[in-house]
């Protein structure tokens, strides 16, 4: 009997010493905002929120919030204030003092941040808020006229605030900021029943939009941006866009009556002020504008490390122009039938906007590595190891790749892989692309009298474009094959690695600011 109440007690004290142990393990808990019609969602759900959950148990806790619900987004624009970020996209992930924003992040980052917040003991809920269900059904609102209490007549309905708020949105396909408008109007929509959206595809109604900005005196280098929103006597363009400021032009509009101007303008007025600003270009301004849009930070990665790549394998010459000649081909025919509105519906496909989005963030993600290897093969230089360093090829694996490529058929697969890359890359430049110009060129193509001078002005200012895109493939090209320039950058090998580094790092943020 004694025997048996030991060993019971001896159970029970382990039992008290497991149970603890377990309990002390560290979670990790955090808030996960999504909307039920978003793609990325869905992905970020079933790819890596649930086999994260299957990995680590009960390590992790999520609370998911459907911002279709006006209490659930209510938390995300009280942590967006907390947190002093603002979530351009969804999904988005509140965890610890970190907000993942975006499928890319997401898969990107989120397990090595639980990893690191595990190995920190864990961490808790951004605030106690618990996530509210969507409705099954909509409660609509009794249209039925109200009963006078010692009547049989019907009373009238009540005059006065809170008045009808009609407010016109255009947006663009592809345009990244009008993605969180669209959240923050259906928001803005649940809260405020006497608000009225109505919407605008900027590249279906660019005259009205013109018209508009003409009449409110917005600037010209405002116009024809999306997204825009157009209220009473008020306007906000781009990043003045936020629910705090759309919130207020509706509080301040409730209170007094307000017109919809836009239903007054005629198509025909839309677009003569478009067609008299096309008649003031010259040559010299429409060269100007293709020059600065053609600062393509994701276009110049992407050549830079196509050309060096068939150098690091010994390519040379001929190759590499047409490498070279097939990405920028690729851009200038991509905004050329944009243009002529023969790709145009491209822009509306979401895989094209979802792949386009992925290649940017490889060539940020290219640049970043590109930084590390070139400062650490700074450190080699300085140490005297300059046949180490790390941007280049171990001479078996040259041989290798000297040997798969001397086949025409790779070159050529390699080349028809630049010019899909290239293509990609312009639909997604196109989005925040061309400020007025180049819709404005765009716009006057659908005009048959003046048809062919806009189409002689989309050339010139396609070739503009990639202008900037030439002129670094030609220095690429000419640093990786230029003996003389070869020999200058051995002798200066250290402060080339730093000024690369420097190169790569800052249009990796370029890149990353882009995405955001």
Aim: hydrophobic share 45%; glycine share 6%; proline share 5%.
């Amino acid at each position: 009997m004694l025997r048996k109440s030991l060993a019971l007690l001896l159970l029970l004290s382990l039992l008290l010493l497991v149970l603890p142990a377990r309990a002390q393990e560290p979670v990790v808990r955090f808030f996960v905002f999504y909307a039920q019609d978003c793609a990325h969602c869905q992905a970020v759900e079933e790819e890596v929120l649930i086999p994260l959950s299957q990995r680590y148990g009960e390590q992790i806790e999520v609370r998911r919030f459907d911002i279709s619900v006006p209490q659930n987004y209510e938390v995300m624009l009280r942590l967006e204030g907390e947190y002093g970020f603002s979530a351009s996209q969804i999904p988005a992930i509140f965890i610890g003092h970190e907000v993942l924003v975006g499928e890319e992040e997401i898969r990107a980052r989120l397990e090595r941040l639980v990893e690191e917040q595990l190995a920190a003991g864990g961490c808790d809920f951004p605030c106690p808020d618990t996530p509210l269900p969507a409705p099954t059904t909509i409660a609509t609102p009794s249209v039925e006229p109200t009963l006078c209490p010692e009547e049989s007549d019907v009373c009238p309905l009540p005059q006065g605030p809170p008045y009808p708020v009609v407010l016109a949105y255009f947006y663009q396909v592809g345009c990244i900021e009008c993605d969180r408008v669209s959240y923050d109007l259906a928001y803005l929509e649940q809260k405020y029943p006497n608000l009225q959206v109505e919407t605008f595809d900027l590249r279906e109604h660019i005259g009205l939009n013109e018209a508009l900005c003409e009449r409110f005196g917005i600037p010209l280098e405002c116009r024809l941006i999306a997204p825009a929103i157009f209220v009473g006597d008020d306007y906000l363009i781009g990043q003045e866009i936020n629910a705090a400021s759309l919130e207020a032009l509706i509080e301040k509009y409730s209170q007094e009556e307000s017109g919809a101007p836009w239903k007054e303008i005629q198509e025909q007025e839309a677009g003569a002020s478009i067609i008299e600003r096309f008649r003031s270009f010259t040559p010299l301004t429409v060269i100007g504008a293709g020059l600065l849009d053609g600062v393509n930070p994701c276009a110049f990665t992407t050549i830079i490390f196509f050309v060096s790549y068939l150098a690091l394998m010994g390519r040379k010459g001929r190759e590499v122009l047409l490498v070279g000649a097939s990405f920028t081909a690729a851009v200038f025919l991509t905004y050329l039938l944009v243009g002529l509105g023969v790709l145009g519906f491209l822009q509306s496909l979401g895989v094209i906007k979802i792949f386009s989005r992925i290649i940017y963030l490889l060539a940020a993600l290219l640049c970043f590595l590109l930084v590390a290897l070139s400062l650490y093969d700074f450190y080699k230089i300085r140490r005297g190891r300059i046949e180490d360093i790390s941007l280049k090829l171990p001479e078996a694996l040259q041989r290798r790749v000297h040997q798969t490529i001397r086949e025409r058929r790779k070159i050529s697969g390699f080349i028809s892989a630049t010019f899909v890359t290239g293509f990609f890359v312009s639909l997604l430049e196109l989005a925040c692309t061309g400020q007025v110009y180049l819709p404005t060129i765009i716009f006057v193509t659908g005009v048959p009298e003046l048809r062919g001078h806009a189409v002689a002005y989309l050339i010139l200012y396609n070739l503009m474009f990639i202008l900037p895109l030439v002129i670094v493939f030609l220095l690429t090209f000419y640093g990786t094959t230029s003996k003389q320039l070869t020999a200058f950058f051995r002798a200066q090998a250290g402060t080339v690695k730093l000024l690369t580094a420097l190169l790569f790092a800052i249009l990796g943020a370029w890149l990353i600011l882009a995405l955001i």
